[in-house]
């Protein structure tokens, strides 16, 4: 199983970036998939999910409203439109697929994790 997170670069406070996590090895259609974000020196932080058919999704306070998460389940593709992005949205975005229905918020239910993609926002 891979996944794979692109996407990342640098953006002004207030800009936009669409993530993308393309997965493989996997029944793609049968896997919720989640976004973490890391910055140095602390703990993966969710920040969206998605369900299997994208109808159900999940948003924490902070990103809810800023952030849109959906998928493409021909392309095994999930999408991570962040608008209005603020400095503490930076650090390495991580997707992660869990075999339930319902998306899930704690990393530890994810089974399977991607390498990041570096956000970075500027002030």
């Known amino acids: 199983v891979q996944l794979q997170a692109s996407g990342g670069g640098w953006v002004q406070a207030g800009g936009s970036l669409r993530l993308s996590c393309v997965a493989s090895?996997?029944?793609?259609?049968?896997?919720?998939v989640g976004w973490f974000r890391q910055a140095p020196g602390e703990g993966r932080v969710f920040v969206a999910a998605v369900g299997w058919t994208g109808a159900i999704t999940r948003y924490p306070k902070a990103t809810k409203g800023r952030f849109t998460v959906s998928r493409d389940n021909a392309k095994s593709t999930v999408y991570l439109q962040m608008n209005n992005l603020l400095p503490e949205d930076a650090g390495t975005y991580f997707c992660a697929a869990d075999s339930e229905k319902v998306p899930k918020i704690e990393s530890r239910d994810y089974e399977y994790w991607g390498r990041g993609t570096l956000v970075t926002v500027s002030s």
């Open positions: 090895g996997l029944d793609f259609s049968r896997y919720a």
